[in-house]
């Protein structure tokens, strides 16, 4: 079985904190990905990479960078948290690019 | 631009009734997935359809890809409280696009 790893289930932060937010894939997939899912708004994708050290910006990449210097890691980091950055953030998968995507249990980030 | 609309957007529905949630596009696709997410997780996969008036069983759910591959739907027989969750679409050919989901909720 996939397996994507978030290192954090909740985090509380100040505004204007830096924030990292780690992930992990142990299937040798290409491509990560970081989305955010808010209600009424679905998920967006925020970043994502289809090799190591390269990314990609998705639909809503203000605010926030990623890293991938490692093929099974992906990191998400917000530079300066804002309270508007307070959602649900879901890590993901997939072995070839359009294929089907396999997600993490997802991090609650609360900015206050 | 691709989009996938699913309906109805929230439903709630006694204990072992029948219900059948959607998902439609006006773009063919060249398969697409169903996922299942609880409250506080991630979506979890439950399975990709590829061809057009493909039927998928997975135990009490049945799911069906439209013969032009432009949408599909899932059927839940006598649905269980565990069943309980919000159900998402995705499809998509150079990046994956998710519908907005279908929130369920089984009343026992």
């Known amino acids: 079985d996939v397996k994507v790893t978030q290192s954090s289930r909740y985090l509380v932060k100040r505004t204007g904190e830096k924030v990292f937010l780690e992930c992990v894939q142990d299937m040798d997939h290409e491509n990560m990905f970081w989305y955010r899912q808010d209600p009424g708004l679905g998920l967006r994708l925020i970043y994502f990479?289809?090799?190591?050290?390269?990314?990609e910006k998705g639909d809503i990449p203000e605010g926030y960078s990623v890293s991938r210097e490692k093929k099974e890691r992906f990191s998400l980091i917000l530079e300066s948290a804002s309270t508007n950055q307070t959602s649900m953030y879901l890590c993901a998968s997939s072995l070839i690019w359009g294929n089907t995507i396999y997600f993490g249990e997802g991090s609650w980030l609360t900015v206050v | 631009t691709q989009l996938l609309e699913q309906s109805p957007q929230f439903l709630s529905i006694q204990e072992g009734e029948n219900l059948t949630v959607y998902c439609n596009s006006s773009s063919v696709f060249s398969s697409l997935q169903w996922y299942r997410q609880e409250p506080g997780e991630g979506p979890v996969l439950l399975v990709t359809v590829v061809t057009g008036g493909e039927v998928k069983k997975l135990k009490r759910l049945t799911f069906q890809f439209g013969d032009a591959r432009k949408d599909s739907s899932l059927h839940i027989t006598a649905a269980q409280p565990g069943d309980t969750g919000l159900y998402l679409c995705?499809?998509?050919?150079?990046?994956?696009?998710f519908g907005k989901g279908t929130r369920l909720h089984i009343l026992p």
């Open positions: 995705a499809g998509g050919e150079d990046k994956i696009i």
């Open positions: 990479s289809y090799d190591v050290k390269m990314k």
